[in-house]
């Protein structure tokens, strides 16, 4: 979806590389590093901006539930 329609906001450039990160919160999620707070971050292949995007927001629900579970069991 993104790549679709992306359109550096710098340069203008249609091409780009979208990497999905996950990170911990603060309190107890730091502390046991529970990553429950996932970003997609899409970088233009031209110059190099970069732009974050919510995937919750995007997708218009809460993702990655499963993953936050496996985080906790397994020390993701």
């Known amino acids: 979806m993104i790549r679709d329609s992306f359109k ?23 502390l046991f590093d529970i990553e429950h707070n996932h970003f997609l971050f ?16 995007l997708n218009g629900h809460k993702a990655g539930k499963m993953g936050t579970i496996m985080d906790i069991l397994f020390g993701g």
């Open 8 to 30: 550096c906001s710098k340069c203008k450039h249609d091409d780009c590389e979208i990497k999905e990160v996950a990170m911990t919160g603060t309190g107890l999620s730091k």
């Open 42 to 57: 899409v970088s233009c292949t031209n110059c190099g901006f970069v732009e974050v995007y919510n995937p919750d927001i």
